[in-house]
């Protein structure tokens, strides 16, 4: 038995690029979402604007939506989860448990891609002295962005106006005691664009960026940190910071400025940690009943890369976006695509084999 | 007229991740490169191992050429330039010039591509301080790259070999003062792996780099920035470097170490100096031929990104990898694949009004 479809797990923004790339080109794509909905973390977060331009998000993600419900090619079923996968590259065979009673489901396909991408680092770890289960004014980028969408930015604790503001980098990231040495390479950017976002909302606001390397690559460092600073006035400081502490109704976040040399003490009225990426439960799951190796760090490895830079160690199955690392929008979309041209010859080299 | 064929112009990584994807997804393709061979920057500047995990770079970039040679839905020119191009999405035609003197040829295609990739800054420009042109022993990456490449890593200016040397980042970047705003995304990462690989080919050599951020994204940081420090001792220095002199047989570094905010003086064997990118005089001349929107830098503008990252101002006409801005290899390589798709899409739209 064999088949001439791709699947795709995961409906975010890596999954949706590469089923709609799937279709474009003319073949048939399954695009299986374990939620209720597509559209992945920027839906189900409630992203305000995109990194870098501040587009708002939704429109956008429902125009990728769009593409793939709109293609004859293309089937999708939300609610549903993949169960297993048995076979090899051109016949694989996988079975879906959907919602209701029916049962599970079989299909044949000839390529998978994983798109399950990555989920935040929980700042309430024990080796997190920043307090966000302690503090209600201790948010998260992700937290920010939800008010920041709805255009109302308040203290959680007491619904005031925050007068000053600040983000912590590196939460998560880039820290050998928790076991993540890598960088997300996106919250740099992400607090930047929040940053002018919030100064634009609120006016009157005192915003600061704490980091120890600002990682504006490419275009992100003309469309976001010169303007972030000389327009906006986001006052960005090179420093580690060390605890958050409450005094009096406001936080005291304390730490090292390192381009002074000295230690700093600065009350804030909201503190954002920028917290960084690790793979979703939905990576480590998909990787794990997909046979899939896995980096140390739970990411899907592209054993390849740089030059191939979706192949996993399973031959037929790729991975795509933040499921195999810390990824941009803009890498996350290509990267799709870039699978899902992998997975399409999977299924021509088949019909041929066929044919022979 | 018209036809069921795409386009690339360029044959470097992105051109043949393009080429390839294109193919690959059972699409004629026709790659137009104007030098003699295949490979573009990594080839011509003879690059050692790639950015970076190290691999030796020919032998990669030897594997893509093959997969688009070996593809019988392939057909390669080099030595060939594109001369016009008229027509819309789906009909257009191209003229180009060969070798021989046949003249110059028409062809039809549904779609165009354009990787014609980056040129590295030229540091002996009026604002630089650097003295590239004056002082043998002041290169840069590229030039390191090509004495990596042979094995043989000495002074220029006597044959010797170095004891100290240094990387000088951000030249040519992240600079008002030339009109290059934006940062070129990849040299701290190649920084670091040249650092790696003096320091296993010259083990008795220190070697420092000289930076403003360090921008090691994802696993850049724990693949090549931990192990450069702590297997292999490069010593970074956050500091600007405003000049370099002649001292005795040496050279004499001047800048400002940030960190410890005092001025710095360092004698140095070998200065590398750490050069932006910027549009290649093929990616000016086809965006001008081709008439697609560049940005103010003079790279092709992505209209649509983040979530469109290959779609120019122009239907059917596509641009993929460091034609528009900095990338490195991993995003060249999905952007070629992830405009690969856009372009068959439009032949397959061709075909489908062709049969309505």
Redesign the interface.
Known sequence: MSSDRVVVIGGG?GGL?AAR?VS????KVLLVEEREQLGGTPIIENYAG????GEPARP??Q??IDAVSDNPLADVRVGTKVKSLVGDEGAFTLTLEGPGSQGPETLECAAVIIATGFGHFDPGRSTQMYGYYEFPDVITQADLEAMLSEGKVVRPSNGAVPERICFVQCVGS?DRQIGN?????VCCGVASKEAVELRETLPDSKVFIFYI??????????EIY?PAQELHHVQYVKGLITEVLPKGDRLLVRGED????RPMELLMDLVVLSVGMEPSPGTREMASLLGVKQNKYGFIDAIG??????GTDRKGIFACGAAL???????T???G??A???A??CV?ALSAGAAS
Chains 1, 2 share one sequence.
Request: proline letters at 8%; a negative charge.
């Open positions: 923004p690029a790339a474009d080109v003319g073949t995109l990194t870098p331009r956008q993600i125009k990728m880039r040495e890598y960088c997300s390479k390397d600002m990682r504006m690559y490419g275009y992100w460092e003309n010169w390192t381009t002074m040399g890369s740089p030059l191939d830079p979706v690392g810390p990824a941009d929008l803009e890498d979309v290509s990267s695509a870039s899902a041209t992998r399409v010859a021509r």
